[in-house]
């Protein structure tokens, strides 16, 4: 069963993987044929998309999200948090069998973390379960990675979005590691394109130019704005007309599972208000930095905190 409702017309609908992240805070994150142990462990709604959609709503955007639920605890717990965030339900795909999605998270006392992903009814989305007139008006089309096959589904939909939507990507690791050939519909289409640097040297598969040389050959490609995180680092973007360096906040270090996500939302929410690339960065670092002070989305700000800050 799908759900349209063609009058909830979002400015910014995500695409990607919906999960529920069940965390676990560990002594150490084991290697091969190392032991740790399990210091406790919540369940929170999360996927890549998600969060940055989520994010972005409470920063007071209007939101929707397109991904696959099953009828199920976790299905249930996904919907309610996307409700209780504002996100318009239209896009919500629902599937009578299987299991929704789940991400399995291990945290260690550093925030760092492994990440092991059962992508369940995520993989089966079709092009035609999507309804086009829900996207007409959508201003930023911001897609993530899926796991199999509704990557399909992302490259169909390409053709049915506005000339004026832009398009927003995060790849993240699953689909760097496809290869630029296999990305190259997406980047095709992309305006903003959201890595971080070992994925950025993956993609152009070069690991000797500078960063800058990377970035300024995909703005050659035909992409508008270039952003490369570099985690505790900061944040190096690009444009037609800007560069700048941003340095991260420093913060109390909870979870990093979201960092990357909490970034996108504070840089997206930055760009639909016309920043300038400089200024777009520093809020995502700062959105981030907030979000990391705690497990998943739960110390994600809202627009007061961020108006109260800058």
């Known amino acids: ?22 965390l676990y ?33 409470r920063l007071g955007c209007s939101t929707s999200i397109i991904g696959k639920i099953a009828e199920d605890d976790d299905g249930d717990l996904i ?19 299987g299991s929704t999605g789940k991400c399995l998270g291990f945290v260690d006392s550093n925030g760092e973390r492994c990440l092991y992903i059962d992508p369940g009814v995520n993989d089966e989305i079709k092009i035609g379960e999507i309804n086009p007139l829900n996207i007409m008006r959508c201003k930023i089309m911001h897609y993530t990675s899926f796991v199999g096959d509704s990557f399909n589904a992302q490259i169909e939909l390409l053709e049915k979005l506005s000339k004026e939507t832009l398009l927003s990507f995060d790849p993240g690791m699953l689909y760097v590691q496809k290869g630029f050939d296999e990305l190259k519909p997406i980047l095709e289409r992309c305006d903003i394109l959201l890595i971080n640097e070992s994925e950025l040297r993956l993609l152009c598969n070069n690991y000797e130019s500078s960063l800058k040389e990377l970035v300024v050959g995909l703005l050659d490609f035909g992409i508008e704005c270039v952003v490369v995180k570099q985690g505790s680092t900061g944040v190096f973007a690009m444009n037609n007309s800007e560069e700048c360096f941003v340095e991260a906040y420093e913060c109390d270090v909870v979870d990093t599972t979201a960092a990357g996500d909490s970034f996108n939302s504070g840089f997206l929410y930055s760009f639909l208000k016309g920043y300038s690339l400089e200024k777009s960065c520093m809020i995502g670092n700062w959105v981030a930095s907030k979000s990391i002070e705690g497990f998943g989305m739960e110390k994600f700000p809202s627009l007061k905190d961020l108006e109260d800050f800058f």
């Open 1 to 22: 069963m799908e759900i349209y409702d063609n009058d909830l017309n979002a400015e910014i609908i995500g695409f990607g993987a919906l999960n529920v992240d069940k």
């Open 25 to 57: 805070s560990v002594a150490d994150i084991a290697g091969k044929d190392e032991e740790s142990f399990i210091k406790s462990e919540t369940s929170t709604p999360g996927g890549s998309a998600a969060n940055t959609i989520v994010g972005l709503s």
């Open 79 to 97: 919907e309610y948090n996307l409700a209780i965030n504002g996100v318009f339900a239209n896009n919500l795909i629902y599937s009578e069998s």
